[in-house]
T-cell receptor
Framework: GENVEQHPSTLSVQEGDSAVIKCTYS??????FPWYKQELGKRPQLIID?????GEKKDQRIAVTLNKTAKHFSLHITETQPEDSAVYFC??????????????FGKGTHLIIQP | EPEVTQTPSHQVTQMGQEVILRCVPI?????FYWYRQILGQKVEFLVS????????KSEIFDDQFSVERPDGSNFTLKIRSTKLEDSAMYFC???????????FGAGTRLSVL
């Protein structure tokens, strides 16, 4: 089955600096890659996603890049703010077009924004 | 904004007891999922459900687990005989016609004593 590796497990950056979180996946058939943000005790919330037919997607301070050949994708957060502090999970899925497909998650990155 | 709702928020049970975790997916969604997250670990897929049947299940989803959509709004996860290692946060999720975006509920924390 699919395996998703995520690094680093903890990332501490100064407020205003950029943060980059990286994930690799094993199944070349995976074609959908969402990123979820989970604040302490809260539900995972989708912040950005990318499909395999594009290489990059941006939404304000957040961007995701995908390298299908290398089977890795990254989350980039620029101009970090204290409210960006949370655990971030990458995930992947093979969108089969049939029934409901479960997500395979990485282990998460605890992002700490230092004031 | 519509949300997936889960009840109860915290369930405490004795080992060997049956528990039912309840979810109300977003009303026009068609695809439903259960995930679990053991404390401090990653979110793990359990099962997905579409058109009144299981679409996909993981190795975790063994014979002790079952899912049901008993009416037009609820989606339940039953654990027949709970074990200590079933203690985790259980998240329900749902997605609509686009299928891609899965919206998560706030979770039910299950504590098995």
């Amino acid at each position: 089955g699919e395996n998703v590796e995520q690094h680093p497990s903890t990332l501490s950056v100064q407020e205003g600096d950029s943060a980059v979180i990286k994930c690799t996946y094993s199944d070349s058939a995976s074609n959908y890659f969402p990123w979820y943000k989970q604040e302490l005790g809260k539900r995972p919330q989708l912040i950005i996603d990318i499909r395999s037919n594009v290489g990059e997607k941006k939404d304000q301070r957040i961007a995701v890049t995908l390298n299908k050949t290398a089977k890795h994708f990254s989350l980039h957060i620029t101009e970090t703010q204290p409210e960006d502090s949370a655990v971030y999970f990458c995930a992947s899925r093979m969108y089969s077009g049939g029934g409901a497909d479960g997500l395979t998650f990485g282990k998460g990155t605890h992002l700490i924004i230092q004031p | 904004e519509p949300e997936v709702t889960q009840t109860p928020s915290h369930q405490v049970t004795q080992m060997g007891q049956e528990v039912i975790l309840r979810c109300v997916p977003i009303s026009n969604h068609l695809y439903f999922y259960w995930y679990r997250q053991i404390l401090g670990q990653k979110v793990e897929f359990l099962v997905s459900f579409y058109n009144n049947e299981i679409s996909e299940k993981s190795e975790i989803f063994d014979d002790q687990f079952s899912v049901e959509r008993p009416d037009g709004s609820n989606f339940t996860l039953k654990i027949r005989s709970t074990k200590l290692e079933d203690s985790a946060m259980y998240f329900c999720a749902s997605s609509g016609l686009a299928k891609n975006i899965q919206y998560f509920g706030a979770g039910t924390r299950l504590s098995v004593l």
